[in-house]
């Protein structure tokens, strides 16, 4: 069905301040943790190429600032993104907290064409950590009262669940990305498609 | 008023005589007053406003029988005061005149009588009218009456102007204020008015089209206006508008008001223009410290005394430079004509000496300066010299006052003498000898050294000797000569030795240093006992702040870290702590010592990033917009490009607000920070557009943000410390490896510093080459006028913006089930943003704890609820003015128990309005009902027991206490016999039940949001009174008022028997297990116990009635409470929902009532002309 072509998937990782998300991307991409990571001020990003059902994507892995009063400026980069990381750390309740936040803010300036059924995926990070704060259960109860988005508990300084986390993400983001590529190529088509939930109706590229 | 008498020679154009008699004649002015009907009148009223002649409407001339020439004597602006004085001259002075022989006997006596009144009223007049001229006074009087401003609103100037409307343009005059843009023409008959609040202004520009040539365009969310025609200067206008919108821009940002400076009053300088308002004086004089401080790096508490002309002795090249000399309170600055060709700083507590030298007989007036320090400043051609060392007395005698008490020496300016300060001498003034042992008295560099290799060596001592000549010429410390030698030496790098000190001067913090000291150790012992989110977030980031480096591996580094972004945290609570803020904190310690660490990250928070680092990051997102539009015009292919791919405002963000430390490694990037201490901002800048520039071709072939990123990234992150070979920089640009990266699989690619362990790879450019061609490119092209200017016009932009973003916020946080059009809800929002701003202004509210810190989203207190509550919904529209404060005080205490929020936010707000308003009749009144229920009122009953006339909102605060503290209620139970008879049994109440409580309180709002209905629990006696006495209060101003009246009184005794019906059922019918059944058969009771027991029922109905007739609530509780007394309930009296529904739905004046449906447009309107009527009220001051 869709075509060979390469793929770029643009993924966002959200979060509060400390939460990991650097750690989580460079350990993904990287394969390898620092303790030696600065804060990430506006924003920063990473590329690794996958492979996501035999074909070869593209992942451009954008890291933002997790303090509250940069939140407003990193939006100007969510625009176009195929997928959303929510990162809180287990450890800490208060970024569990504020999950709810990030995702309406996100939902709100990037505007995602169908935002009932946008990708999120849920990472609850550090879990290698002794003072676990935030139970399992609490962190599987939130990913699905939210649209049944995927929950992954890691661990970015011991490697746990990264890949898989990442893999779910790309294989959610592509999906989104091949019904807009379904689109772009065959406009005229639509109407054969029967999946009521695919039928838009813009499918104009803004 | 009395005035000094004048002749008038025409006594009747313009005027029309009121009364007359043989001496006198009592006039007003034609075109005043309602009654202007006419062409003459229209005229002159044409003439008045267009021309601003603005005469007072009033007068009285003084005229004898057989002369022509006519005396003004008195004007007056209302006709009561002019009668006054009329009734005066009747009284005392008519019968006098008759007695006089000669009629220039008369006119003398009058004139004599009348001037020696002026003198006699003179020195009564306050200190402050006379700061006026009368003109203005005049004008600002008209002001004040023509938009109904309050008293306290000033103006600070007028112009003659046009504004610029279809079908054809108006001529009049534009007021400005402190908050307010007003625009008055009155041409035949046809009126213009416009007032606008400069917080509501969001774009302010000069333009000149062909619609518009050579106008001011002001805009507003709703509309644009163009003024034209200026008579005075256009920019002396604009500035004063742009400077009166960014004050505008930080009472948004820091939610403060202006507090004008008295002390201008007294000051009493020479060449300061008499006609000019003495606010605009004010301002003129803040807009020059503003300038001046930020040339010289000054302090904000600086202010700009004088300036005068005069050239300085340069002992290394032996000239007389040319230039000014600028006095403050505690500096003596200079500054040559030839920009950047000299500039001095002499800070008073330094100076040991002035002197009066040079040959007077010749005339060279020249002072000489001596500080304590040996060295000696030469100033010569002095416009005035004796102005000059008057002065300069004045400001020595102050400063050392402040430092010896009272030992001041005085200078007297005839003759060659000498001031000799030596208290100053004396002090230690070492910072490095701070008295805490624990603070960090050395630089980290020091602690940690880092190996030096060979060329770098060379490299430093090179510099080293370099600077130590240049100092042995130029001077040392902060009075040390400036030059254009000094600024190469600077781009050329500072040895790590002298960056400390070189950073100290050129930033200005040496003086804070040194006029603060022992400052520091103090606010760290303060901060570090602290809990807050400050100190929170700076642990989470103290070991992310330079990893790279080894001081911050150990305890030391990161503990000195920690101790100054607490101290400024603790200093500063506006900015707190920002990330970034530690980056730069960091590489500070590595330099210098902490105290100049922390008066260094003082100067870049405070004076050089103004701004950045608050609570919105305004200053950096300004500068972001600042840089694009340099790009734009510098590089315009590449900013076209950028924007095509979402990049602008956005992608220098890091860079600046970490001054480069965040994208390229430290040893780079304090060569940079050397350039920003000398240059400022603009240093930023320029490195910032050269990067730009030179990566320009590559950047054009990026085809997504990423790719650019990317490529921005590995430039910055390879730009390398020493030159290895002479690279060219054309060449440099073509050889740059910028793979796209679709065609390589990056794994591993290096992102900035994060990845400085692989430091090695591709280098890009070196530091001091990109140095060099910053300047090379843009030293010159790039003024610091240019950014502040450009930062005036993006202010306006972001801060509107972030205004905008809150009220979205807001907009988000109203519950769906709200139905108000959008638009309205937006105009709500921002009426009440502007009302509290106002109040902010006024200093009627305090800013702090009205906003959600963060978000900087709107919270309405209780007076702003009040206000709120009164203009707009049915409920407050109608209500009893008397009892109102109250009974809101109740609604909002109850509204804010309902949401469990105090102060309520402005979704809370939209929801009692829609509640009171738009919903359905039954959701109308199962809200009123939820309010009355318990533990919504168990809490808030007990209101009526404070003083009226307490301040509302001491009564809101208290009010909100009851909610907290159990005890007060227990405690209080004399007051109020109501909780006996409560059957919620308060005495247990504990936590547990709070929990319950609270559960219950989700249920009702649930019950009042949703589609279904959610059985409510049943109302007992107490609560169905205190709901009764609410319900009366809120119809009291209703049209129908009596109906409404009869109607719930008619209700009301229904009602009750049906409770008491319920009560006696009860106690017959337990226990009850079908509460269908029982409803049934209880209002079957109640009919027939109304039928059979009307003695009863009429005692009741008076009991009932009583409360509904009495004012004071106290008597309401009481005859209740008598009642309750007398009729012991054997049994409970309840009230269902259903039942409260039914029997209001069956009086129509009640159904008509509660089915009145809000218009929210209208009540905006209405609100939004009565605003400013309503804040005259509110001041309380006399107008000066």
Redesign the interface.
């Known amino acids: 069905m869709a075509t060979r072509k390469?793929v770029?998937l643009?993924v966002i990782i959200l979060g509060d301040?400390?939460v990991g998300k650097?750690s989580l991307m460079?350990q993904y991409?990287?394969k390898k943790f620092s303790?030696?990571?600065?804060?990430t001020?506006?924003?920063?990003?990473?590329?690794?190429?996958v492979m996501v059902d035999d074909r070869i994507v593209?992942m451009?892995i954008w890291d933002t600032?997790g303090?509250?009063?940069?939140q407003?400026?990193g939006v100007?980069?969510y625009?176009g993104a195929d997928c959303c990381v929510l990162v809180f750390d287990v450890s800490a309740p208060n970024t569990f907290k504020s999950l709810d936040s990030w995702r309406?803010e996100f939902l709100?300036q990037a505007s995602p064409r169908d935002p009932e059924n946008f990708p999120f995926v849920l990472v609850g990070n550090k879990v290698d950590l002794d003072n676990r704060a935030v139970p399992q259960k609490r962190g599987q109860q939130w990913a699905q009262s939210k649209n049944n988005m995927p929950y992954f508990e890691t661990s970015a300084k011991e490697g746990i669940n990264v890949e898989q986390a990442f893999q779910t993400i790309a294989k959610n983001a592509l999906a989104q990305e091949t019904e807009v590529d379904i689109y772009n190529e065959f406009p005229d088509h639509i109407t054969i498609n029967n999946d009521s939930r695919n039928v838009r109706s813009d499918n104009c590229s803004c | 008023m009395w005035v000094k008498p004048e002749e008038v020679l025409i006594a009747g154009a313009f005027w029309v005589t009121e009364q007359t008699n043989m001496y006198f004649a009592m006039q007003k002015r034609r075109g005043h007053g309602h009654g202007k009907k006419g062409l003459a009148s229209l005229l002159v009223g044409t003439i008045d406003s267009v021309l601003d002649t603005k005469p007072p409407p009033y007068r009285i001339l003084h005229q004898t029988p057989n002369s022509e020439v006519y005396y003004l004597i008195a004007y007056a602006m209302t006709s009561k005061e002019i009668l006054e004085d009329w009734e005066w001259l009747n009284k005392n002075l008519l019968s006098t005149l008759f007695n006089f022989d000669h009629e220039d006997q008369i006119t003398e006596f009058v004139r004599c009588k009348i001037e020696s009144l002026v003198a006699h009223s003179q020195p009564s007049t306050p200190v402050l009218e006379d700061a006026e001229s009368q003109v203005f006074q005049a004008s600002s009087d008209k002001f004040h009456r023509l938009f109904e401003m309050p008293p306290e609103e000033k103006l600070i100037n007028y112009y003659p102007c046009c504004y610029l409307i279809k079908p054809f343009p108006r001529q009049g005059w534009l007021y400005l204020s402190l908050n307010h843009m007003c625009f008055y023409s009155y041409i035949f008959g046809g009126e213009t008015k416009i007032i606008l609040r400069w917080t509501d202004v969001i774009g302010l520009e000069k333009t000149n089209t062909y619609v518009a040539p050579q106008s001011i365009h002001v805009s507003t969310r709703h509309q644009d206006y163009y003024f034209s025609w200026f008579i005075t200067n256009k920019s002396e206008v604009f500035k004063l508008m742009s400077q009166l919108a960014n004050m505008a821009m930080r009472q948004l940002i820091d939610q403060e008001g202006f507090h004008e400076d008295t002390n201008l009053l007294s000051k009493l300088s020479k060449n300061l223009p008499k006609n000019k308002s003495y606010l605009k004086r004010d301002l003129d004089c803040r807009a020059h410290s503003e300038a001046f401080r930020a040339t010289f790096r000054l302090s904000p508490e600086e202010k700009l005394d004088g300036t005068i002309n005069c050239a300085m002795w340069t002992p290394f090249n032996k000239r007389h430079e040319k230039g000014t000399l600028y006095l403050s309170n505690n500096y003596v600055c200079f500054k040559s004509k030839i920009e950047d060709a000299l500039m001095v700083i002499i800070p008073l507590r330094d100076v040991l000496v002035i002197e009066n030298a040079g040959n007077q007989a010749a005339g060279e007036s020249t002072v000489l300066f001596t500080t304590k320090h040996k060295t000696s400043f030469l100033v010569s051609q002095v416009d005035d010299r004796d102005f000059l060392l008057q002065k300069l007395s004045e400001l020595l005698s102050k400063t050392h006052h402040n430092r010896s008490s009272g030992d001041s020496t005085s200078l007297s300016s005839s003759s060659n003498s000498f001031i000799l300060l030596e208290s100053a001498a004396d002090e230690e003034r070492n910072p490095r000898n701070s008295q805490c042992d624990q603070v960090l008295n050395q630089p980290l560099i020091d602690v940690f050294p880092m190996p030096i290799h060979g060329d770098v060596l060379e490299i430093e001592t090179n510099r080293y000797k370099k600077w130590t000549k240049h100092f042995e010429e130029y001077g040392r410390g902060v009075s040390m000569y400036r030059t254009s030698e000094t600024a190469e030496l600077i781009t050329k790098g500072i040895p790590d030795k002298f960056r400390a000190e070189v950073w100290l001067i050129f930033s200005g913090a040496i003086n804070d240093l040194s006029t603060h000291p022992g400052l520091y150790a103090k606010l760290v012992d303060q901060a570090l006992t602290k809990k807050n989110q400050a100190n929170d977030?700076i642990e989470?980031?103290l070991?992310?702040?330079?990893?790279?480096h080894p001081a911050f591996h150990e305890s030391i580094g990161i503990n000195a870290l920690r101790r100054i972004l607490s101290a400024y945290a603790y200093r500063n609570p506006q900015i707190g702590y920002?990330?970034?803020m530690?980056?730069i904190a960091s590489v500070l310690l590595l330099y210098c010592s902490e105290e100049e660490a922390f008066w260094l990250l003082v100067a870049i928070c405070e004076r050089l990033l103004p701004d950045y680092y608050?609570?919105?990051?305004v200053g950096?997102?300004v500068d972001q917009h600042v840089m694009d539009d340099l790009l734009e015009k510098h590089v315009p292919k590449l900013y076209a490009h950028l924007q095509k791919l979402?990049?602008t405002?956005?992608i220098c963000?890091?860079w600046f607000?970490?001054l480069f430390l965040?994208v390229m490694s430290y040893d780079c990037a304090v060569y940079i920070m050397d350039c920003f201490f000398y240059e400022g901002v603009k240093a930023a800048f320029q490195i910032a557009l050269t990067m730009l520039e030179m990566k320009e071709d590559a950047l054009l072939k990026c085809r997504?943000?990423?790719e650019a990123?990317?490529l921005l990234?590995e430039y910055l992150s390879g730009i390398y410390l020493i030159k290895e070979e002479p690279i060219d920089i054309g060449e440099d640009l073509s050889r740059t490896p910028s793979p796209p990266?679709?065609m390589t699989?990056?794994?591993?690619?290096p992102?900035?510093?994060?990845s400085r362990?692989e430091k090695s790879h591709n280098k890009s450019v070196a530091i001091s080459t990109l140095i060099y061609e910053s300047y090379r490119r843009f030293s010159t092209q790039l003024t610091r006028k240019e950014i502040e200017s450009l930062r005036l016009k993006y202010r306006l932009k972001v801060v509107q913006n972030?205004e905008e973003?809150s009220m979205?916020t807001a907009m988000?946080s109203i519950p769906k089930y709200v139905q108000f059009d959008k638009e309205e809800l937006q105009e709500l929002f921002l009426l009440l943003r502007g009302d509290h701003l106002w109040q902010v202004a006024c200093g009627a509210a305090s800013a702090l704890n009205s906003c959600d810190e963060?978000s900087g989203a709107q919270l309405i207190n209780a007076e702003q609820f009040r206000n709120a509550f009164i203009a707009f919904t049915p409920w407050g529209q109608n209500a009893n003015p008397n009892l109102a404060p109250l009974a809101f005080i109740c609604i909002f205490a109850l509204a804010s128990t309902y949401f469990k929020l105090d102060p309520i936010g402005f979704g809370e707000f939209v929801q009692v309005l829609y509640l009171t308003g738009k919903a359905d009749i039954t959701k109308k009144l199962m809200f009123f009902f939820i309010l009355h229920l318990p533990p919504l009122l168990d809490t808030t009953i007990e209101t009526p027991t404070l003083d009226l006339e307490d301040q509302t909102a001491e009564m809101a605060a208290e009010a909100s206490e009851f909610f907290c503290s159990v005890e007060t209620l227990t405690s209080e139970t004399d007051s109020l016999s109501l909780k006996s008879l409560s059957p919620t049994s308060n005495s247990s109440r504990t936590n547990s039940v709070d929990c319950r409580q609270s559960e219950e309180l989700s249920t009702f709002r649930n019950a009042a949001v949703s589609e279904t209905t959610i059985p409510l629990p049943e109302m007992n006696q107490t609560h169905f009174i205190a709901m009764w006495k609410t319900l009366y209060d809120i119809f009291m101003q209703h049209k129908n008022e009596q109906e409404l009246y009869h109607a719930v009184v008619k209700v009301g005794t229904l009602l009750t028997s049906l409770g008491d019906a319920g009560k006696i059922l009860k106690s017959a019918l337990h226990p009850i297990t079908n509460r269908g059944a029982v409803e049934e058969s209880k209002v079957e009771d109640a009919v027939d116990c109304a039928s059979e027991l009307p003695g009863v029922l009429n005692s009741r109905k008076q009991n009932l009635s009583l409360p509904l007739n009495s004012d004071r609530s106290q008597e309401n509780v009481g005859a209740t409470g008598d009642f309750a007394e007398k009729h012991p309930p054997p049994g409970e009296f309840k009230i269902t929902f259903e039942q409260f529904v039914a029997s209001v739905l069956t009086e129509t004046p009640l159904d008509d009532f509660f089915n009145e449906k809000i218009d929210l447009k209208n009540s905006i309107e209405r609100f939004r002309s009565k605003r400013l009527l309503r804040h005259t009220s509110l001041s309380s001051s006399p107008e000066y």
Do not use: W
């Open positions: 390469k770029l643009k301040s400390g650097t460079n991409v990287n303790n030696q990571y600065k804060a001020i506006g924003a920063d990003f990473l590329t690794k190429e593209t451009q600032a303090q509250e009063r940069f407003s400026l100007a980069f625009r309406d709100i | 977030e989470r980031d070991h992310r702040s330079l990893p790279e920002c990330q970034a530690n980056m608050n609570r919105r990051v950096a997102q979402g990049l405002g956005m963000l890091s607000l970490t965040s997504d943000e990423g990123m990317q990234n990266i679709a699989i990056p794994v591993g690619t992102v900035g510093p994060k362990m972030l973003q979205r988000r963060h």
